[in-house]
């Protein structure tokens, strides 16, 4: 007997983020298993509900029959604890958890006190919680979740050529790419800082993520390009096709990612399924998310760090040929996505009668 499943996300599933990426790949796997997947994209204004996003989760659950099992994604459920315990009890409910809403950068104390209250009612709710990482599943126990609840299953990576040169002695023309949306935590603009002091190395970047996610922020970063007078060298390529973007890859010596926290980090693993070494930070599952061997780790918002960590990167042809050998060994250790999916498939069956 086929197993049904409805997985409910915030907005458009089609979004080119981590998130809504890891939802798409584990939907694709489960199919691959048999299961009759259904996804359903929420319309209306999250994390912070709207009336509309509000009516659009009733509406959902509402009609999902008696027994029926349901992931929803974190974005969608956290800033919705009272709809999701209305129908906990009749439905079999799992919280899927990229990071906690609480965590997202540039939220007033009294907006993150609210996320943290919302989000832990709501969890309190469920059946089972899926964490894409261990960072995350530990930070769940500030939310009153217990350990027993909760499933690990890290993302998968999808197997793809090595990219960058193999000439790592050359220091000129070094080619740099970060893939992320513009928001303030991803920290572009510290990024941007970094590379205005090391104008006089021969560097060019690629900042590929949407433009459109907070305008204000996209403006600032905009500015910072004009103000350092680096329009030439720092590239704002937006959202990008899954054969554009493994161009980019392709074409990149080192990826940067600067953010201040991540829940997971998925662009390291796409990076290393490439073979190329990564300078990242050590904010939220990024400290373990990146093998020390395959790149530099430096404090989240510390542009002078950035600044030293990408000049050793530029100044060090025999650092860059260590952390290409350590990326491509990191490569080799990646786990697929079919294996991800395989384990997501046990957690929601675990426990039930399957």
């Not at 659950?61 to 906990?88: N, S, T, Y």
């Not at 939310?143 to 027993?148: K, L, W």
């Not at 205005?196 to 910072?224: H, I, M, N, S």
């Not at 990191?330 to 079919?338: F, G, H, P, S």
Request: include cysteine; proline fraction near 5%.
């Amino acid at each position: 007997m086929s197993h049904h499943l409805t997985f409910i996300l915030a907005g458009d599933p089609k979004q080119l983020t981590g998130g809504y990426l890891y939802d798409a790949r584990m939907v694709e796997a489960l199919r691959q298993q048999g299961w009759r997947v259904e996804v359903i994209g929420l319309e209306g204004r999250f994390p912070e509900p709207d009336a509309t996003a509000a009516e659009a989760m009733e509406e959902a659950l509402a009609r999902q029959p008696d027994g029926a099992r349901v992931v929803i994604d974190g974005l969608a459920m956290g800033g919705l604890p009272e709809v999701v315990a209305k129908h906990a009890k009749r439905l079999d409910l799992t919280a899927l958890v990229h990071h906690p809403l609480a965590d997202e950068t540039g939220l007033d104390q009294a907006q993150r006190s609210r996320f943290t209250l919302s989000e832990t009612r709501a969890l309190t709710a469920v059946d089972r919680i899926i964490a894409t990482s261990v960072f995350t599943a530990r930070r769940l126990a500030d939310f009153n979740v217990e350990a027993e609840r909760i499933d690990v299953i890290e993302p998968g990576v999808e197997p793809a050529p090595l990219g960058g040169r193999d000439d790592s002695s050359a220091s000129s023309g070094q080619r740099l790419l970060c893939v992320a949306t513009l928001i303030p935590r991803k920290g572009q603009d510290v990024l941007i800082d970094a590379l205005a002091r090391l104008r006089e190395y021969d560097w060019q970047c690629d900042l590929v993520g949407a433009l459109d996610r907070d305008p204000r922020f996209t403006k600032t970063v905009t500015g910072l390009i004009h103000d350092h007078g680096l329009e030439a060298r720092i590239r704002l390529l937006g959202e990008q096709s899954e054969d554009t973007l493994g161009q980019a890859y392709h074409n990149a010596d080192l990826f940067v990612l600067p953010s201040f926290y991540e829940g997971y980090g998925m662009v390291i693993s796409e990076a290393l399924a490439r073979g190329l070494p990564v300078i990242t930070t050590s904010g939220g599952a990024l400290a373990h998310t990146l093998p020390e061997t395959a790149g530099l780790s430096v404090p989240p918002r510390d542009t002078q760090a950035l600044t030293q960590a990408l000049k050793r990167w530029f100044d060090e042809p025999e650092l860059r040929k260590q952390l290409r050998q350590g990326a491509r060994q990191a490569r080799e250790d990646l786990t697929d996505w079919q294996t991800a999916g395989d384990a997501f498939a046990k957690a929601l069956v675990r426990g039930t009668d399957s």
